[in-house]
């Protein structure tokens, strides 16, 4: 199985302030890999798809980037609504893996 | 709209076998895979596995080979766990991909309590 090291698996930060977190899976999977955010006793939600496209109706402030073995996901002004949990996900192969997350709290 | 809707919580010994199912609608039911993915309680999320509808054929998470078994009738998906153990407390969702890709729409889950 590739093996998806997610980091930081937590941070704090204040509102307006520029996030990033990143994913390196163990192997190359071209762009096969997605963001979700989690928040608490909800199902994820899809932001980025396919390294860098956008999920329709996702705000604009979030983006991703990278391929290969790097991969970004970028918050560009952290607002208030985007204190979660962050997932990525790779599926390069039928079997797929997430990253362990990344908990972004208010600082 | 699309949605996808599970089945409700359930309670299982060690040693039992749960059944969930996941009924999908809004959508052409053998155009989209379904997934399989489980979060203990304050952990991450873990990819069990995934199915076809169109013909059945599935592909199971190393770590669930030989005690996950996931099938579907003409309608739902169904996802049977067997050798329940506490560590499989956990809730259990059912996600769909348009081929074997991430996922973009997700049930709101199922808790799966083992307890003796």
């Known amino acids: 199985d590739i093996q998806m090291t997610q980091s930081p698996s937590s941070l704090s930060a204040s509102v307006g302030d520029r996030v990033t977190i990143t994913c390196r899976p163990s192997?190359?999977?071209?762009?096969?890999l997605d963001w979700y955010q989690q928040k608490p006793g909800k199902a994820p939600k899809r932001l980025i798809y396919?390294?860098?496209n956008l999920q329709s109706g996702v705000p604009s402030r979030f983006s991703g980037s990278g391929s290969g073995t790097e991969f970004t996901l970028t918050i560009s002004s952290l607002q208030p609504d985007d204190f979660a949990t962050y997932y990525c996900l790779q599926h390069n192969s039928y079997l797929l893996t997430f990253g362990g997350g990344t908990k972004v709290e208010i600082k | 709209q699309v949605q996808l809707v599970q089945s409700g919580a359930e309670v299982r010994k060690p040693g039992a076998s749960v059944k969930i199912s996941c009924k999908p609608s809004g959508y052409n039911f053998i155009s989209y895979y379904i997934h399989w993915v489980r979060q203990a309680p304050g952990r991450g999320l873990e990819w069990m596995g995934i199915i076809n509808p169109k013909g059945g054929t599935t592909s199971y998470g190393q770590r669930f080979q030989g005690r996950v078994t996931m099938t579907r009738d003409t309608s739902t998906i169904y996802m049977e766990l067997s050798g329940l153990r506490s560590q499989d407390t956990a809730v259990y969702y059912c996600?769909?991909?348009?081929?074997?890709?991430?996922?973009?729409?997700w049930g709101q889950g199922t808790l799966v309590t083992v307890s003796s």
């Open positions: 192997q190359g999977i071209s762009n096969d």
């Open positions: 996600a769909r991909s348009l081929g074997a890709a991430g996922q973009d729409y």
């Open positions: 396919a390294a860098s």
